[in-house]
């Protein structure tokens, strides 16, 4: 709800995730959703959270599974 529509989290993914929505919030203005068939292309960098002026938008991460793989012992 915070949103005003700047569309910098847009112009700054970098796997071009994000997309305005047909829809407005409260204040009136198009917001960001993750476009259709790029729901897993999401790396979780920050970037739309970082470049938003609004602090509108955030990441959170999905949470794995930890594997034999990821787990490294020194």
């Known amino acids: 709800e915070k949103c005003k529509g700047c569309r910098f989290c847009i112009e700054f993914c970098p ?13 009136g203005y198009h917001f960001p959703v993750v476009a259709q ?15 938003c ?9 999905k949470i794995r599974s930890i594997s034999e793989k ?5």
């Open 53 to 61: 002026p609004d602090f509108a938008i955030y990441v959170r991460s």
């Open 15 to 27: 796997r071009d995730v994000l997309e305005m929505s047909r829809d407005y919030n409260a204040k």
């Open 70 to 74: 990821d787990v490294v012992l020194t």
């Open 37 to 51: 068939g790029k729901e897993n292309d999401c790396t979780s960098c920050g970037y739309c959270e970082v470049t």
